[in-house]
């Protein structure tokens, strides 16, 4: 089967712009490939001057909302690095039983990498709601914040656009809807870097051996 790989445009962000960037893109793709029932529903970001949609389906925003809280975790365990999350679609395929292998077999039709590099710079700290504030920058640090802001906001629209082009384009290779019920008719599962670098790279070494096609990874 082939699989289709989209390696979005790396964004630079920090820490308190994590989640609201990471809900947007995740969301953005999901509603894109949801094939099902949907209540679609407008999300207006609170950092950035930008408006996506949502699904409208609670157990989907859970289940994003939980990825990226692990995502987070693992960021402030490694700091100032680069990272990947990776989306993946798959059809679902009875095997024939051996010795080494199971009887279902995960076919990897498509993969979406969210490509991120977490800086820190001014200190934030952050609410129970996680609504960042500033601890007494200077002029220059917060003309330099504005302008980082600005930059990523551009960088983000950017990647809205990647995800619509891409998913305009590339249709053949969509398989026919499964009997799922749920917005998202594909089952689909968020990987996130594990604790350590080599197993999130022996699980990426997997996947490309599962879909047979050449992975990029930053």
Same mark, same amino acid.
């Given at each position: 089967?082939?699989?289709?790989?989209?390696?979005? *445009?790396?964004?630079? /962000? $920090?820490? +308190?712009? #994590?989640?609201? @960037?990471?809900?947007?893109?995740?969301?953005?793709?999901?509603?894109?490939?949801?094939?099902?029932?949907?209540?679609? *529903?407008?999300?207006? /970001? $609170?950092? +950035?001057? #930008?408006?996506? @949609?949502?699904?409208?389906?609670?157990?989907?925003?859970?289940?994003?909302?939980?990825?990226?809280?692990?995502?987070?975790?693992?960021?402030?365990?490694?700091?100032?690095?680069?990272?990947?999350?990776?989306?993946?679609?798959?059809?679902?395929?009875?095997?024939?039983?051996?010795?080494?292998?199971?009887?279902?077999?995960?076919?990897?039709?498509?993969?979406?990498?969210?490509?991120?590099?977490?800086?820190?710079?001014?200190?934030?700290?952050?609410?129970?709601?996680?609504?960042?504030?500033?601890?007494?920058?200077?002029?220059?640090?917060?003309?330099?914040?504005?302008?980082?802001?600005?930059?990523l906001e551009a960088s983000l629209r950017e990647v809205l656009f990647q995800i619509i082009k891409f998913v305009n384009e590339k249709k053949d290779h969509v398989p026919p809807i499964p009997n799922l019920e749920g917005a998202v008719s594909f089952p689909y599962e968020i990987t996130i870097p594990s604790s350590s670098d080599s197993a999130f790279g022996m699980d990426m070494i997997k996947r490309m051996?599962?879909?047979?096609?050449?992975?990029?990874?930053?």
């Amino acid at each position: 089967m082939n699989c289709e790989v989209c390696q979005l *445009k790396e964004l630079e /962000l $920090e820490h +308190f712009e #994590i989640r609201e @960037v990471l809900r947007c893109i995740l969301h953005t793709i999901l509603f894109h490939r949801a094939l099902g029932l949907v209540r679609p *529903k407008d999300v207006d /970001l $609170e950092l +950035f001057d #930008i408006t996506y @949609v949502q699904c409208g389906e609670a157990e989907l925003e859970k289940k994003i909302n939980e990825k990226i809280e692990q995502f987070v975790c693992w960021v402030e365990k490694h700091p100032n690095k680069k990272s990947q999350i990776c989306l993946s679609f798959y059809e679902v395929k009875n095997k024939q039983a051996s010795w080494f292998s199971n009887k279902i077999e995960r076919l990897y039709w498509e993969q979406w990498y969210i490509n991120l590099n977490v800086t820190q710079h001014i200190k934030v700290h952050s609410s129970k709601y996680h609504h960042p504030k500033v601890v007494d920058p200077g002029e220059g640090a917060l003309e330099d914040r504005n302008a980082r802001s600005a930059a990523l906001e551009a960088s983000l629209r950017e990647v809205l656009f990647q995800i619509i082009k891409f998913v305009n384009e590339k249709k053949d290779h969509v398989p026919p809807i499964p009997n799922l019920e749920g917005a998202v008719s594909f089952p689909y599962e968020i990987t996130i870097p594990s604790s350590s670098d080599s197993a999130f790279g022996m699980d990426m070494i997997k996947r490309m051996l599962q879909t047979g096609h050449p992975t990029m990874l930053s």
